[in-house]
């Protein structure tokens, strides 16, 4: 029961924090659709009228062995289009040589190298919000949920020790680092959401 909820409310979270999203697939997923692990975006966003023809999962290919260079999946293909969305892991430094770390000049860099024109990039939150994810995610790994966590990961004695200080630092700072990320600043974003083409 408690799983459920529990997965449930990390749903409506990202959902609400990623809703750029569901406006970028409204936008530009006409046609044939080839998703590659993003399934769950799809089960959201076909709630809202999406003109598509058909859906296939990467997950479908593994499993039935469809063919991933049929040429209505390709976005060498008339307009197609291809959405990335692209999580940054690690504080911007050494601009603009930083192509380590799934940064907006990674992106940009991979993009132009590929062939691919960016049409739209948008980050989707920055370094406040990314600050309130890590806190809020401490609060969630206390349980070691196994969906967040290593298994055989063990805790040393300090941990425990200091377990009462650090969940409510944790509170603390994701209530703080919200209400700043209504002026957030975007060199660090969670993620970078982008919209590119051939």
Request: proline share 4%.
């Amino acid at each position: 029961m408690f799983s459920k909820l529990y997965m449930s409310f990390l749903f409506f979270l990202r959902d609400f924090l990623s809703r750029k999203m569901f406006q970028v697939i409204q936008k530009y997923c006409k046609g044939n659709v080839l998703d590659v692990g993003g399934w769950d975006f799809y089960l959201k966003a076909k709630k809202f009228s999406i003109n598509i023809e058909s859906w296939t999962s990467l997950e479908k290919f593994v499993e039935h062995g469809l063919d991933i260079k049929d040429p209505k999946y390709s976005l060498v293909i008339g307009d197609g289009f291809g959405i990335f969305l692209i999580p940054q892991t690690a504080n911007i430094h050494m601009t603009p040589y930083h192509y380590y770390n799934f940064t907006r000049f990674w992106i940009e860099e991979v993009m132009n190298i590929n062939g691919l024109e960016i049409i739209d990039i948008f980050p989707l939150g920055g370094g406040w919000m990314t600050n309130a994810y890590r806190n809020f995610y401490f609060l969630l790994m206390i349980f070691k949920p196994k969906n967040n966590t290593y298994t055989g990961l063990k805790r040393n004695f300090f941990y425990y020790l200091l377990l009462p200080f650090s969940i409510l630092f944790a509170i603390i700072s994701v209530l703080i680092s919200l209400c700043f990320s209504i002026g957030d600043y975007y060199e660090e974003p969670p993620n970078h959401l982008v919209v590119v083409r051939k």
